[in-house]
């Protein structure tokens, strides 16, 4: 199987509807890239872009929507909530199978060149591409430079020119953010109880700003739910005769939820973080209900968990999975 | 991604190498079909094949291999330990990915048809293709028709009249067997012992033909092992001194294996077993210190499991393994 790699665009137009259209429509068409998903918020005025596909067609890709961006999105006129640097504000490039994170960091170095070189746009690397630690994040990115607005004043000095293009934003599409980044997955557990409290205290105690597991994101939240039905309740009448009263019963039935992000699946690996959730749910007398992948994820954040529930020390991947032969 | 299909053929020939690398040859230039590996046993005089591909390109490679069989394999020359029926002894399709064992059932028919049509071959079809309960193990079809030798004399009538091709074998070629079954999963748990005893009451326990799963073949065996090193024994000599002698101590430090074959781990999975031998070891106070995958497995058997550890109950693989859509 050919290296799959996940590329999550964002371009800073969620209201022409239109011309998202035409920036997309480009990518409907290239062999060997699959678009997953499109999904346009008018209020961030933004549309987040999802596809996979390998090395040389994302390079393809890349070119093609910087060009429809480039051609169509005036940042001049663009405004929302989202903060934002340019046409293509963000533009990550995530391993998925078959390919590492160095590889992804390259990649996302060529297509920057290259974009820097063909539109005269300034690019910026972050994430794992980053050149220094303050280019690390994309808010930071976007607060010191001042968002579109703010590029001509505080581009430029050893601490913020670009790493590709031209010392000066592009005069209709800004700058650009380009990197790689590991996948993300959001996974949720649902745990048994109706006391929010308990989802909220193991929350707190597997999440890494308080002290838990690096790379975990987590809040727990009380899903509320209510069951109905007939009950019937026997009472006595005054002459002590049994009376029948007909009625509806409502109780809370709801569950506790929590709700994560993985960020780095590979270092901190669903598996893990699920058994200590089991171990200190056990200790309120709580046991796990279900769980929930929300989106999706690549087949070995799963592999990676039977490997290790199922003691398959020296299952190799890429050599006994079937799947991945083609 | 495409359906993943896995074939894997078996050719009457294993000792002449240059004729198997004539055979085998076309398959290697074969767009989109990947071929896994091929072994030859000279005591069985037969060539095994395993290759994974899609629908279109596993019916290329079919004709080819046929082809290639009928064209430089004689069975009035061939003799060899393994039971055959001809030039291609059996060739099972099997599903893997994105793709039914109906689909693998109606592909290994078509084949069938064009197999027989192109190389007047007459074709038995087995296993989940077969179409009356006396045709579905290969080695009763061999039995039953004498092997190549005896097919003149024992092919036709309702019992034994191919479902394709002519009514007589082929003078060189003989007859061949097509059809479909579920992915074969060899899988072991090495126990935390010495006892073999244990082992085998658990493969027992387990396998289906002494009561447990069915399509679960398993046996208990004992890894010899020994461990070796230096040791320092104190005497004392005729005073009461004390002497230090030195020598080498060795002690057994094996494991006991229960080797296994899914049949088919969709309807029997590698998760309940385990946790089946899991149970039944701790009754005799043995853990379980690894397990070992042989060869090559489905992705989904792995995710399976993940799937129930984790109790990801809904978890699709189709549209929620990122994987699996390109």
């Known amino acids: 199987m050919a290296a799959v790699i996940e ?13 998202v259209e035409k920036i997309v429509a480009p990518l409907k068409s290239l062999d060997g890239l699959k678009l997953l998903d499109y999904s346009s ?8 872009i999802t596809a996979v596909g390998s090395r040389e067609v994302l390079i393809e890709g890349a070119l093609a929507l910087y060009g429809g961006a480039v051609e169509h999105i005036d940042m001049n006129e663009q405004s929302g909530e989202h903060p934002r640097l340019g046409a293509v504000d963000v533009c990550p490039y995530v391993p998925v199978r078959d390919v590492s994170m160095k590889d992804c960091v390259k990649l996302s170095k060529e297509i ?15 994430r794992e591409a980053a050149a220094a630690e303050h280019r690390q994040s994309q808010s930071v990115i976007r607060n010191e430079l001042g968002e579109y607005e703010g590029l001509a004043a505080n581009m430029g000095g050893e601490r ?30 649902n745990l048994d109880t109706t006391n929010v409290k308990v989802g909220k205290r193991i929350a707190k105690a597997i999440r890494g700003s308080s002290g838990g597991y690096l790379n975990i994101q987590g809040a727990g939240f009380y899903l509320e739910e209510w069951e109905e039905g007939p009950v019937t309740i026997r009472s006595y009448d005054e002459h002590g005769a049994p009376k029948l009263n ?24 669903l598996y893990r973080v699920l058994e200590t959730i089991r171990r200190e749910a056990a200790r309120y007398g709580v046991g796990i209900l279900e769980t929930e992948l929300v989106g999706l994820a690549p087949a070995e954040a799963f592999i990676f968990a039977a490997r290790w529930y199922m003691q398959t020390d020296n299952l190799n991947l890429d050599k006994q999975i079937i799947d991945f032969q083609i």
């Open 7 to 19: 590329w999550v665009p964002n371009i800073s137009e969620g209201r022409r509807l239109d011309v």
């Open 41 to 48: 918020d008018p209020d961030h005025n933004r549309t987040v």
């Open 112 to 126: 920057g060149a290259q974009v820097a070189e063909k539109y005269d746009l300034p690019v910026y690397l972050y």
């Open 160 to 189: 913020w020119s670009p790493d590709f293009g031209p010392g000066k934003p592009h005069p209709t599409a800004g700058a650009t953010i380009i990197g790689a980044r590991p996948f993300l997955i959001a996974f949720n557990v």
């Open 246 to 269: 007909h009625g509806t019963y409502r109780r809370p039935a709801g569950k506790v939820q929590i709700s994560m992000n993985f960020l780095d699946y590979r270092k901190t690996p």
